[in-house]
């Protein structure tokens, strides 16, 4: 029996590990866990942190839709999806989803599909904080990021 997907944004840092034994500890017949974990880069020295803010409420409900989407698409027994918000440091974990499945195809796909579409979808800002002590710019999904979430557009009908 799947578990509805489990979604959440918050402030505190997140424990990849905790995550994925409740999810395997509450579904004994999982054959294949995938786990990402985006982390906050240093960009070569230039950054001190990324402020990441959402629209509170809305983030959760488009998380939940592209969670929903998922499960739908691939036959997930779990799915895990944890947004930070905040200041986030170098190497600081920012979004981890967890994607567990019979098969490891089913999850390594619909993780990679959680990421396109948070990525390019969810109503999150990232603004750098620059080591030199000054604000930087808003972030914005590139080109890349919005090709890699319209590859999946042709595959809605599995």
């Not at 895990?80 to 200041?87: D, F, K, P, S, T």
């Not at 567990?100 to 195809?105: D, L, P, Q």
């Amino acid at each position: 029996m799947r578990a509805p997907p489990d979604i959440r944004v918050q402030a505190e840092p997140f424990d990849a590990a905790r995550e994925c034994a409740a999810i395997t500890e509450a579904q004994p017949g999982i054959g294949a866990l995938v786990t990402f974990t985006g982390l906050c880069r240093h960009e070569g020295g230039r950054l001190e942190a990324l402020e990441l803010q959402h629209y509170a409420g809305m983030a959760e409900a488009q998380m939940r839709r592209i969670a929903e989407d998922a499960c739908k698409r691939w036959p997930l027994d779990a799915l895990a999806v944890i947004h930070r918000h905040g200041l986030i440091r170098p190497g600081d974990g920012i979004v981890l989803v967890v994607a567990a499945s019979a098969h490891r195809r089913a999850a390594f796909e619909a993780a990679d599909f959680m990421m396109d579409y948070l990525k390019t979808s969810a109503p999150f800002w990232k603004r750098e904080h620059l080591a030199d002590g000054t604000l930087g710019a808003w972030v914005a999904a590139n080109d890349a990021d919005m090709r890699d979430a319209d590859r999946w557009l042709d595959t809605a009908d599995r």
